[in-house]
C-alpha cells in the first residue's frame, strides 16, 4: 500500500519396396490411397477385385482395392509405360521403357514370372492383350511400329517370342501408337495413331493368325486421335476420344454417331461409356446422349484417366492434383442419381392441416408407381416419426398432407430408397409451426444490495404443456466473470422456482423456459445491482471527543491526519476522496480527488494540516460507478470522518 497525500483545498504415408532387377518382391500392405508421380498404365480386375496402377517415375507398380486402398506393390519395372490384364484378369502385362521389356506378372501376388526382351531404342509403350498375344507400340515416337510377344511360344525351342514391325503391308510408322483390345473379340486389335496437326490413320487387324490381317483402315487423317476404344458386343464398331464412333465393318471405318463432347474415356464390357471432359467423369449406355450419372472428380479433364471395373461395379479414375496422381473409385456408375426434392410451407399453424408436395426426377426413368418414406421430426418425435408412404405420380410429383401436433422446428425428410438402375435419395424441408406464449416473470429487478448480500431470486412460469423446467442463470459485470447456470429445477405447484445469488457486483439475473411442443421458449431478465465494502481508519489524532452530538477525531493543528481507506478491490479501481469544511453553522465543499485501490483494498490518503486551531473537517471515500475506473458495481458512499484542529 502506498500512502498519498492531498491538500486541504485539492485533492501420406509413402509406399516402399523392394525389388531386385529379375526377382521382385511386394511391399506389405498399406492403407494409403494410391497415389502415383506419373501414371504408367491403370487397369481393374474383377477376378481379384484389384485395380493396378503403374508409376512411370518411380518403376514401380500398386495394386489397390476397389476402395482405393493400396494392398500391395512392386518396384524394379523400370519407366512403366502401360499396363494390360490377361481375358481372365490373374495376370498383368507391363511394358517397361527403360528397359526395353515387356514384364509379365501374378497378378494376385505381383511376383514376377517372365520377362521379354524387346530389341529396340524405345520401347515398348501402348499395350493390347489380343489372338494370345500381348500387342505394344515400339521405336521412335515419331517412327511407333507394333510388335507382339507370343505368349504360347516355347521357350526351350530357341525361337524369340518377340516379333517386331507387324504394321500390315504399305503403312510406315505412325507418330506412337494406340492399342486396344477387348475379350468379347478375341483376335481383334484396334489401333490408331496419336493424332498430329494432319489427322490420325486408324484400322483394325485380325491378329488370330500368325500375322496381322487388316480388317479396316481409316487413311484419310480427318480426325484427331487422342483415346481409343474397342467397342465390346455385337457392334463392329471403335469409339475414338470416347466420343466419336467408327463402324468397321465392311473394311472400312463409317461414321456412325457421336457420344456428346470429350476429351477420353474409356468402355466397358457391357458397353457403358465412361467420358471425361473438364472436370467431370459421366457415365452414358450405348448409342445414348443422356448421361446415367455424372461425377465431379477435379483435375482438368488432360489430366484424368478412367478404368472400368470389367463389371462395370465400379468405374475408377486416377485425377491429377498438386503433380500428383489419386486414384478415385467412382461407385454405383450404372445407377442413375436421382434428383428430390420437397417443399414444405415455411410457417403453419399447429394441429392444422398443411400440404407438402415434391418432385422426383432421373436422368433413367422411374419405375411405376415408386415410393418414398416420410419422416417428421419435431419436439415430440426427436428420434422421427414415420408418416405413411407416399407413391410418386407419373409426372414425378407427389403431395401429402400432415397435421403437426406440435409446435416449433418441424422436419418432414423424404426417401427413395433406389432401385436397380437409381441410387437412394433423400431431401427434406423445415416448417416453423405456430406455439402459443407463456409468461414468465422475475423479482427484484432494479433493486439495490450490499455487498455480499445473498438474495432470493423467485421466478414464475405460466401455462405450458409438458415442460415446466426453469434455469436461473446469474451474469455478474466484468468480462471476467460468465455467465453461470445457478439453478435447474421444475417448478413448484405454484409456478415458482428461486435460486440464491451472491450479490458482489451488478448482476443480470435470468429465467429461461425452453419451450416445450406447445408454448414458445421464454426468457425473462431482471439486473439487480450491488455495493461494495467501503470503510475508513483515521489515525494520528490524539483523541475521540464528541462536539455537540458528533464525535471527532482531534488534531493537533500541525499534525497530517492519515487516511486509510478500504474498499472491494477490482482492477484498476480508484476511490474518490471528499473532503468538506465548516464554517459559519454550514458545510462546505473543499474539493474531491480520486485515488488507486491497492491489490489488497486499501488507500492511504494523508491529509496536509492546516496550521491552525478551530478547524472543522470531514471526508469520505466514495465508489462512483463508471468513474472509479469501472461499472461494475453500484455507487457507494462512505460514512463521513470528522476531523477537529487543535493547537
Known amino acids: 500500500?502506498?500512502?498519498?497525500?492531498?491538500?486541504?483545498?485539492?485533492?501420406?504415408?509413402?509406399?516402399?519396396?523392394?525389388?531386385?532387377?529379375?526377382?521382385?518382391?511386394?511391399?506389405?500392405?498399406?492403407?494409403?490411397?494410391?497415389?502415383?508421380?506419373?501414371?504408367?498404365?491403370?487397369?481393374?480386375?474383377?477376378?481379384?477385385?484389384?485395380?493396378?496402377?503403374?508409376?512411370?517415375?518411380?518403376?514401380?507398380?500398386?495394386?489397390?482395392?476397389?476402395?482405393?486402398?493400396?494392398?500391395?506393390?512392386?518396384?524394379?519395372?523400370?519407366?512403366?509405360?502401360?499396363?494390360?490384364?490377361?481375358?481372365?484378369?490373374?495376370?498383368?502385362?507391363?511394358?517397361?521403357?527403360?528397359?526395353?521389356?515387356?514384364?509379365?506378372?501374378?497378378?494376385?501376388?505381383?511376383?514376377?514370372?517372365?520377362?521379354?526382351?524387346?530389341?529396340?531404342?524405345?520401347?515398348?509403350?501402348?499395350?493390347?492383350?489380343?489372338?494370345?498375344?500381348?500387342?505394344?507400340?515400339?521405336?521412335?515416337?515419331?517412327?511407333?511400329?507394333?510388335?507382339?510377344?507370343?505368349?504360347?511360344?516355347?521357350?526351350?525351342?530357341?525361337?524369340?517370342?518377340?516379333?517386331?514391325?507387324?504394321?500390315?503391308?504399305?503403312?510406315?510408322?505412325?507418330?506412337?501408337?494406340?492399342?486396344?483390345?477387348?475379350?468379347?473379340?478375341?483376335?481383334?486389335?484396334?489401333?490408331?495413331?496419336?493424332?498430329?496437326?494432319?489427322?490420325?490413320?486408324?484400322?483394325?487387324?485380325?491378329?488370330?493368325?500368325?500375322?496381322?490381317?487388316?480388317?479396316?483402315?481409316?487413311?484419310?487423317?480427318?480426325?484427331?486421335?487422342?483415346?481409343?476404344?474397342?467397342?465390346p458386343g455385337d457392334a463392329a464398331e471403335v469409339l475414338v476420344n470416347a466420343r466419336k464412333r467408327f463402324s468397321y465393318a465392311g473394311g472400312q471405318f463409317t461414321d456412325a454417331g457421336d457420344y456428346p463432347v470429350a476429351w477420353q474415356?474409356?468402355?466397358?464390357?457391357?458397353?457403358?461409356?465412361?467420358?471425361?471432359?473438364?472436370?467431370?467423369?459421366?457415365?452414358?449406355?450405348?448409342?445414348?446422349?443422356?448421361?446415367?450419372?455424372?461425377?465431379?472428380?477435379?483435375?482438368?479433364?488432360?489430366?484424368?484417366?478412367?478404368?472400368?471395373?470389367?463389371?462395370?461395379?465400379?468405374?475408377?479414375?486416377?485425377?491429377?492434383?498438386?503433380?500428383?496422381?489419386?486414384?478415385?473409385?467412382?461407385?454405383?456408375?450404372?445407377?442413375?442419381?436421382?434428383?428430390?426434392?420437397?417443399?414444405?410451407?415455411?410457417?403453419?399453424?399447429?394441429?392444422?392441416?398443411?400440404?407438402?408436395?415434391?418432385?422426383?426426377?432421373?436422368?433413367?426413368?422411374?419405375p411405376a408407381g415408386a415410393q418414398l418414406k416420410v419422416t417428421r421430426t419435431d419436439l415430440e418425435s426427436p428420434g422421427g416419426k414415420a408418416l405413411p408412404a407416399v407413391t410418386v405420380k407419373a409426372d414425378g410429383s407427389y403431395s401429402f398432407a400432415d397435421t403437426p401436433p406440435a409446435g416449433g422446428t418441424v422436419t418432414y425428410k423424404v426417401a427413395y430408397a433406389g432401385d436397380a438402375e437409381h441410387t437412394a435419395a433423400t431431401a427434406s424441408d423445415k416448417v416453423d409451426v405456430s406455439r402459443a406464449s407463456t409468461t414468465l416473470t422475475l423479482n427484484n429487478n432494479g433493486k439495490v444490495y450490499g455487498y455480499g448480500k445473498d438474495v432470493t431470486f423467485t421466478a414464475h412460469l405460466g401455462t405450458t404443456y409438458r415442460n415446466r423446467t426453469v434455469e436461473i442463470w446469474a451474469n455478474p459485470y466484468g468480462s471476467d466473470k460468465p455467465n453461470k447456470l445457478i439453478k435447474t429445477a421444475t417448478v413448484n405447484s405454484a409456478g415458482n422456482v428461486s435460486a440464491v445469488v451472491d450479490m458482489k457486483r451488478d448482476t443480470v439475473v435470468s429465467a429461461v423456459f425452453k419451450g416445450d411442443a406447445r408454448y414458445k421458449p421464454k426468457t425473462t431478465k431482471v439486473t439487480a445491482y450491488a455495493k461494495v465494502h467501503v470503510s475508513t481508519a483515521v489515525s494520528r489524532h490524539y483523541k475521540k471527543a464528541a462536539i455537540g452530538s458528533t464525535t471527532y477525531y482531534w488534531f493537533r493543528k500541525s499534525t497530517d491526519p492519515l487516511l486509510t481507506t478500504t474498499m472491494t478491490y477490482h482492477p484498476g479501481r480508484q476511490q474518490r476522496f471528499d473532503l468538506q469544511v465548516r464554517f459559519d453553522g454550514k458545510w462546505y465543499d473543499a474539493g474531491h480527488e480520486y485515488f488507486p485501490v491497492g491489490s489488497d483494498g486499501r488507500s492511504a490518503v494523508s491529509l496536509e494540516a492546516p496550521g491552525e486551531s478551530g478547524i472543522k473537517a470531514r471526508m469520505r471515500s466514495v465508489y462512483v460507478n463508471g468513474s472509479s475506473g469501472d461499472n461494475v458495481n453500484s455507487t457507494t458512499y462512505g460514512s463521513w470522518k470528522y476531523l477537529y484542529f487543535t493547537n
Open 1 to 231: 500500500m502506498r500512502t498519498r497525500s492531498i491538500s486541504a483545498a485539492t485533492a501420406f504415408a509413402v509406399l516402399l519396396g523392394s525389388a531386385a532387377l529379375s526377382v521382385a518382391v511386394a511391399a506389405p500392405a498399406s492403407a494409403a490411397t494410391a497415389t502415383v508421380a506419373s501414371p504408367g498404365g491403370f487397369v481393374a480386375s474383377d477376378a481379384l477385385r484389384r485395380v493396378f496402377v503403374g508409376d512411370s517415375t518411380a518403376g514401380r507398380i500398386l495394386a489397390a482395392d476397389y476402395a482405393g486402398t493400396v494392398v500391395d506393390s512392386v518396384d524394379g519395372i523400370g519407366a512403366v509405360a502401360d499396363l494390360a490384364l490377361s481375358d481372365d484378369g490373374t495376370t498383368l502385362y507391363a511394358s517397361a521403357a527403360g528397359s526395353h521389356e515387356i514384364v509379365v506378372l501374378d497378378a494376385a501376388t505381383l511376383d514376377v514370372t517372365a520377362r521379354y526382351a524387346v530389341r529396340t531404342t524405345e520401347g515398348p509403350r501402348r499395350l493390347a492383350v489380343a489372338g494370345g498375344k500381348v500387342w505394344f507400340g515400339h521405336g521412335d515416337p515419331w517412327d511407333t511400329r507394333l510388335g507382339s510377344v507370343d505368349l504360347a511360344a516355347d521357350p526351350a525351342s530357341g525361337t524369340d517370342p518377340v516379333t517386331l514391325d507387324q504394321l500390315p503391308e504399305g503403312l510406315t510408322g505412325f507418330r506412337d501408337l494406340l492399342v486396344d483390345s477387348d475379350p468379347s473379340k478375341p483376335g481383334v486389335l484396334a489401333y490408331a495413331e496419336v493424332g498430329s496437326d494432319t489427322g490420325s490413320e486408324m484400322g483394325v487387324l485380325d491378329v488370330s493368325g500368325a500375322t496381322p490381317r487388316p480388317l479396316a483402315y481409316y487413311g484419310s487423317k480427318s480426325y484427331w486421335a487422342g483415346d481409343l476404344d474397342l467397342v
Open 265 to 366: 474415356g474409356d468402355v466397358s464390357a457391357s458397353g457403358l461409356v465412361a467420358q471425361v471432359y473438364s472436370d467431370q467423369v459421366s457415365v452414358l449406355r450405348p448409342n445414348t446422349a443422356t448421361p446415367v450419372r455424372t461425377y465431379t472428380v477435379g483435375g482438368n479433364g488432360a489430366d484424368v484417366q478412367v478404368a472400368w471395373a470389367p463389371n462395370a461395379s465400379r468405374l475408377f479414375a486416377l485425377v491429377q492434383s498438386n503433380g500428383t496422381y489419386t486414384l478415385k473409385p467412382l461407385t454405383d456408375p450404372v445407377k442413375s442419381v436421382p434428383t428430390l426434392t420437397v417443399n414444405a410451407p415455411a410457417t403453419a399453424t399447429r394441429a392444422k392441416p398443411l400440404t407438402v408436395t415434391g418432385r422426383l426426377s432421373a436422368s433413367l426413368p422411374l
